[in-house]
């Protein structure tokens, strides 16, 4: 059982130098470290138990069947799905939203509404462009409020948006760039108001914060094992039951039919109908004991510990020298993005690499976010579970070492 | 050969593997479902005549394991003149003791498939005619599969 | 470095007892052991380097990017490609020909045709299926001759469906239910003298006999790690690099796009194009030492041992009574199918469990080809690297015991 | 600061970064190319006025790190009056110096790239704006993208 006094313990890859310099890795919105425990349970299935799964008789097949169907369960139990049937291994959030977006360029016809938000990762932008192309449906924007996107969502823009044409409304439940924490239960229930299906991004969310699909009421939400201490490979597409058994396949192959002849083939019920193909075993199963990591941890304690790092980065932050923060100012996630005056995200990431700090300079996958704020990049650090309020020391410091060499 | 595997092809399942009773089309059926295993491909499809509530003849084909086959068999022995209601309750019964390996308090043949419980894998194999048997009564048109199933 | 002498030490699955016996894996053809090597691989990773790829500066980023693109270049070579570019990580074979076939079903159009086999795994079956449904082209099978398909390839029939019409030609190296070797050089000449573009299932293939996509001059090649020592949930798609910039990407979201606005968005040109999200960094670096591994030992010397083994089978299977063996006598691949009368491949897998010998029941998705035999099922033996002479007396001694059973 | 650091970081692109030349668009220009480098959203437009085959002025804009927008700038310095043959041979002596560390026999102030080599992340920021003009010479109409490029 992990315990906050030895939670740094549990992750190996921390216990470095990097130039030197203990690694401060503040790189959490690209991806998480994995603990001990994870890294063993894959370890443990590819030493014990290996072996393709469901059509298999024999002791190592079923014993694979029963920790991928395990993974599964245990998935259903982390964001509260009733039936595990309703969780859906995929490779992470990108595929997931992929397949709900897919299905639904099938279904949506010109007239019909996808609604999305300003605030988006490409991840759960462009496949609904696709999507809108595909069907000739439009595709609309809820607008981001303030010149620092500090406003959050306009809410009242939502009202005059969601009309009964709007057949899906796709959004973030924390913002990988801003740290915005969206009412997602709410703007659920007025989606569903107006008939609309409800597909949340839950990338950045689902390791950092309790989570219920049944209390949030969405229709479909997704996720990745790898920012969540999972290994990479992995992540979930859960959907409401009475909506995948409608939705048609996107990829076909062995594992997800019924029964095949020449001339066409039936398909499974969910959610074999979505998982074609030898599924990613050992990875699903390393994501059902990152459930337990984190469940043990809790997830209530592990929201509060990120906010209180990024309260204090953002404090902290707030007093350096030409510094332009994004996103709220009050309730955040555990990030903080940032831009100086003169001095360019990568020169800041390469210089704070320098002295081991890991952060991440870019545009963070949010193209039309970052234009329309007249930025190109920031800098992000993102916190998780094992940082501490020493790093952001470590952090601060590095960044005034770097304004000074670059702002003199 | 080891207690488990002796448990699970007792005399009973090996005697209606090998001669399998009301097996092939039934001439007089009014109802017909189709059940198929596909993680295996083992099918069995059911013949009922149902006389109002009541079954009057049953028979099955089809073709899979020696567990699915002699389920099968012995199932349409046990459902031969049962109402709807008894064979749904007779269907709990063989689901409890697959599943649980827990003998019934009357003594009856499909206490046999007991052995079953310590191969999970094999429960899917033991009620694919009780699904199809099931559907047929309720004269559902889909076909049954094992995987809209939770066992 | 492995050898011969020492290679069942490198594979820690297989030093353990199955119900009191000695384990003895014959369902390589569903999945492949992992060596030691490619366990520590992930291993290393996870403790070392784990960080998101591509969009990163700080050194965990730059170190696991390296070792991404290096898993690249790396599985190039395995199979003879001269740009990694040309080889995009999949999640497997399935996942593989899907964004091919999905691909060419926007390109195909009425009249034109998708030519495959009778032999075909459903996930080299049913994207053909659905990309001729959704393009209105016409789906053709070339026949398996023989009773018992020993036959393979109708050769003769092949002349006559390779009209003009064909736009893809595509079929398995080896079958893994029959273990027929195609002529796939052979093959693919004779689809370029009418233009067709070739996709090759090498899934039963890549990992056991020497293969260059170059002296083949194929298009489009899919497999999967796991059936050649590599972790689950990786696979690869190999494309002719001036195809592969004509294909619209199936899947869309970040690290894929050059640009992205609210209007719409520009790809990269491949492999990025075809790898949205972030992708399985962890398992694609377990390929790539997965193919070190296999090539140290030499895949001419891995075939010859499948071979061998195969054929040893073959004859001592062929003593039993009642059984069918299906697939050619001769030259075959490394494994073995066969039926008894009487006894299902279901109660010959749980019995042969028994005596701790893993086998496969059932279609092998292969339903189509399975019912043109007139069979429902068969039990299956495949071989690998790490299966002695020794494990088929093992075998053969446990179908007796079996048959004696049922048989009387 | 570490030794790469400084070697990253001369006093030469410090100051094309602080006081970028030629900077801005070009009201004479009969060519121009856009690059972007998708990984981290830095951008560069190069504008050229071609005299024959004579590059008779050129500028650049954009955004983006130090290392690009000195790199540009830099090079702006460098191409003025070059032949296309001579601005391709230029960027190979340049590519050469940036990926090995190389620096070349003759004095040049491109040689301040020579550190770019230890951070080969690094290495798409120094070519993007050189990548830009080479395919304002040649005329394509389609942005550069750092991603078509092996570098
Ligand atoms: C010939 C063949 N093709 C395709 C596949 C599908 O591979 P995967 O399940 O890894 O996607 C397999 C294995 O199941 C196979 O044997
Ligand atoms: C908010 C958000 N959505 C989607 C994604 C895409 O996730 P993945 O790259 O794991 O598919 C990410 C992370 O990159 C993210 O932060």
């Known amino acids: 059982m992990p315990t906050w006094e030895n939670v740094r313990a549990d992750f190996p890859v921390l216990h470095q130098q990097v130039n030197g310099k203990p690694l401060v890795y503040l790189d959490n919105g690209a991806t998480t470290q994995k603990p001990r425990a994870v890294i063993d349970a894959l370890v443990r299935y590819y030493e014990r138990d290996n072996s393709n799964v469901h059509r298999g008789l024999h002791a190592l097949s079923m014993r694979a069947t029963d920790a991928y169907e395990g993974a599964r369960a245990r998935v259903a139990k982390f964001i509260g799905a009733a039936d595990p049937a309703e969780v859906i291994f995929t490779r992470g959030t990108t595929e997931s939203i992929n397949v709900v977006a897919r299905s639904y360029a099938a279904r949506l016809k010109a007239g019909d509404v996808i ?23 439009t595709l609309r924007y809820v607008p981001v409020l303030g010149a620092n996107a500090e406003g959050g969502l306009d809410l009242a823009a939502l009202d005059r948006l969601l009309t009964p044409q709007v057949k899906v409304f796709a959004f973030t439940h924390i913002s990988n760039t801003l740290a915005t924490i969206n009412p997602v239960a709410e703007l659920c229930r007025r989606a569903r108001a107006v008939g609309a299906v409800t597909v949340i991004d839950a990338a950045q969310s689902v390791g950092h914060t309790p989570l219920d699909v049944a209390a949030l009421d969405c229709d479909f939400l997704a996720f990745s094992g790898h920012k969540m201490c999972g290994p990479t490979g992995i992540g979930v597409l859960y959907g409401r039951r009475a909506l995948l058994d409608q939705l048609a396949p996107t990829e076909t192959g062995g594992g997800m039919v019924v029964s095949v002849d020449f001339e066409g083939a039936r398909w499974k019920p969910a959610p074999e109908r979505f998982e074609a193909g030898t599924p990613n075993v050992a990875d699903a199963i390393g994501l059902g004991v990152a459930c337990d990591y984190l469940d043990a941890l809790g997830r209530a304690r592990i929201g509060q510990h990120d906010h209180r790092l990024a309260q204090l980065a953002y404090a902290r932050l707030a007093e350096l020298p030409g510094i332009r923060i994004i996103g709220p100012a009050g309730e955040r996630g555990g990030l903080v993005s940032f831009a100086f005056e003169g001095v360019h995200a990568h020169d800041v990431v390469t210089f704070a690499d320098e002295d081991g700090v890991a952060l991440r300079g870019g545009h963070h996958c949010n193209q039309p976010l970052m234009r329309k704020l007249g930025l190109t990049s920031t800098t992000r650090a993102s916190f998780y579970l094992y940082n501490t309020p020493e790093e952001i020391d470590v952090l601060v410091a590095s960044l005034r070492r770097t304004l000074k060499f670059f702002q003199g | 050969m080891s207690a488990e595997l002796t448990e699970l092809y007792q005399q009973v399942i090996l005697d209606h593997n090998r001669r399998p009773r009301n097996r092939g089309k039934l001439p007089t059926a009014n109802r017909v479902a189709h059940g198929d295993n596909p993680s295996c491909g083992d099918q069995c499809s059911v013949y009922l005549r149902l006389d109002g509530d009541r079954i009057a003849d049953i028979s099955f084909d089809g073709s899979g394991c020696a567990i699915s086959q002699a389920s099968a068999s012995l199932m349409t022995t046990q459902l031969k003149g049962k109402t709807a209601a008894e064979a749904e309750a007779l269907f709990r019964s063989f689901h409890e003791i697959v599943t649980t390996g827990r003998e019934p308090e009357e003594i009856s043949d499909i ?20 699904h199809a048997a099931l559907n047929a009564l309720k004269g559902e048109a889909a076909p049954a599969t094992t995987e809209s199933h939770t066992d």
């Open chain 1, 115 to 137: 609604l999305t938000t300003e605030m988006e990762h490409h991840s759960n932008l462009v496949p609904w462009q696709q999507a809108a192309r595909a069907s000739g449906a």
């Open chain 2, 111 to 130: 206490a046999a498939f007991a052995g079953v419980h310590a191969f999970p894998a094999r429960i899917k194999c033991a009620t694919l005619g009780w």
